[in-house]
């Protein structure tokens, strides 16, 4: 009789356990998936919003420039929220965004090389 109730009890909370785990999928795959609960779910084509760069600052601090539409933020990202620090012109932003085009196209080591430079510099000491 006990291990009746034993079993019955480990079999509940198996049955209990799938159940959660397949609503976490059902939830997670179709409705965040298609942007169900309005904002929560991933950005949708053309919504015009757009992260341009970000810079972490500490742990959980970090700048990011942001487009939305046709105007640019820079905003200030922390734990306990997100501050708008500074709006761009659209002149400022397109100065902005050729600087940091040039900054990309400049060439910088592969992984593999900045390792020998690192591991060259340590075995000339």
């Keep these: 009789m006990l291990e009746d109730r034993a079993a019955a009890s480990l079999l509940w909370m198996v049955v209990?356990?799938?159940?959660?785990?397949?609503?976490a999928y059902w939830f997670t795959r179709y409705v965040v998936?298609?942007?169900g609960?309005?904002?929560?779910?991933?950005?949708?084509?053309?919504s015009g919003l757009e992260?341009?760069?970000?810079?972490?600052l500490g742990r959980d601090q970090k700048l990011a420039v942001v487009r939305v539409g046709e105007r640019?933020?820079?905003?200030?990202?922390?734990?306990?929220?997100?501050?708008?620090?500074?709006?761009?012109?659209?002149e400022e932003a397109?100065?902005?965004?050729?600087?940091?085009?040039?900054?990309?196209?400049?060439e910088t080591p592969s992984f593999r090389e900045a390792l020998h430079t690192v591991l060259r510099q340590k075995g000339r000491r």
Excluded: C, D, H, N
């Excluded at 609960?37 to 053309?46: H, N, S």
């Excluded at 992260?51 to 972490?56: K, N």
């Excluded at 397109?94 to 400049?106: D, F, I, N, P, V």
């Design 94 to 106: 397109a100065a902005w965004r050729k600087q940091a085009e040039a900054a990309e196209k400049t």
């Design 16 to 23: 209990s356990v799938v159940f959660i785990i397949g609503l």
């Design 51 to 56: 992260i341009l760069s970000q810079m972490a």
């Design 33 to 35: 998936g298609r942007g």
């Design 37 to 46: 609960l309005g904002g929560i779910g991933p950005l949708k084509a053309g």
């Design 72 to 90: 640019y933020f820079l905003l200030g990202i922390t734990a306990a929220g997100i501050s708008m620090l500074a709006e761009f012109t659209a």
